[in-house]
């Protein structure tokens, strides 16, 4: 099993940033794609970022250039660097570990980014 513990969330003006962690234990996910999704009131749990095991990226269109995931192995950690932050960004962002199919095996309990105008 996969425990994943998100942090880094808040409150923050349009325009600034944040960045998100994302501590695994339980296994080394080294080898394991990784990722973020987000849920907005009232709306489906939406895909944000993916990194796989070698490193290559993949983000969705609405964060793409604003954005940034990145891994270090040694720490079991993934991140989510987000800048010029809107506030269509407000959400609870969480951390997945282990695509497969579409989605993510295990999940953390989420952390909640708020964006006011």
């Known amino acids: 099993q996969v425990q994943l513990v998100e942090s880094g969330g808040g409150l923050v003006q349009a325009g600034g940033s944040l960045r998100l962690s994302c501590a695994a234990s339980?296994?080394?996910?080294?080898?394991?794609?990784m990722g973020w999704f987000r849920q907005a009131p009232g709306k489906e749990r939406d895909f944000v970022a993916r990194i796989w095991s070698g490193g290559l990226t993949y983000y969705a269109d609405s964060v793409k250039g604003r954005f940034t995931i990145s891994r270090d192995n040694a720490k079991n950690t993934v991140y989510l660097q987000m800048n010029s932050l809107k506030p269509e960004d407000t959400a609870v962002y969480y951390c997945g570990a282990d695509y497969t199919a579409g989605s993510f095996k295990y999940w953390g309990q989420g952390t909640q980014v708020t964006v006011s105008s």
């Open positions: 339980g296994r080394t996910v080294s080898r394991y794609a």
